[in-house]
Nanobody
Framework: QVQLVESGGGLVQPGGSLRLSCVAS????????MLWYRQGPGKEREWVAT????????YYPDSLKGRFTISRDDGKNTVYLQMLSLKPEDTAVYYC???????WGQGTQVTVSS
């Protein structure tokens, strides 16, 4: 089955950190660029990070550089999003995406609140 399954979201206090995971199945993950997006309440979906296939170059919007890190483990068919120094405005549903197949996961909720 071709799918993406995210996990790792939850409730975290401002300044905290979380690591999201996205497990892929049903396609050649190691040859695929992968992206993370997010959609906050009342907001449009926003691009968060991209990682290419080898050599795994990474890209971020300027607003998130230094706080978010995308990585991948091709042996586990998994892409990660490490988020540091979280802010209330980071509250959103986070989705992983494989653009070649227009494939999306179901999303994982991240809530940053005291």
């Amino acid at each position: 089955q071709v799918q993406l399954v995210e996990s790792g979201g939850g409730l975290v206090q401002p300044g905290g950190s979380l690591r999201l995971s996205c497990v892929a199945s049903g396609f050649a993950f190691g040859y695929s660029a992968m992206l993370w997006y997010r959609q906050g309440p009342g907001k449009e979906r926003e691009w968060v990070a991209t990682i290419d296939s080898l050599p795994s170059r990474t890209y971020y919007p300027d607003s998130l550089k230094g706080r978010f890190t995308i990585s991948r483990d091709d042996g586990k068919n998994t892409v990660y999003l490490q988020m540091l120094s979280l802010k209330p405005e980071d509250t959103a549903v986070y989705y992983c995406n494989n653009p070649a197949r227009d494939l999306w996961g179901q999303g994982t909720q991240v809530t940053v609140s005291s």
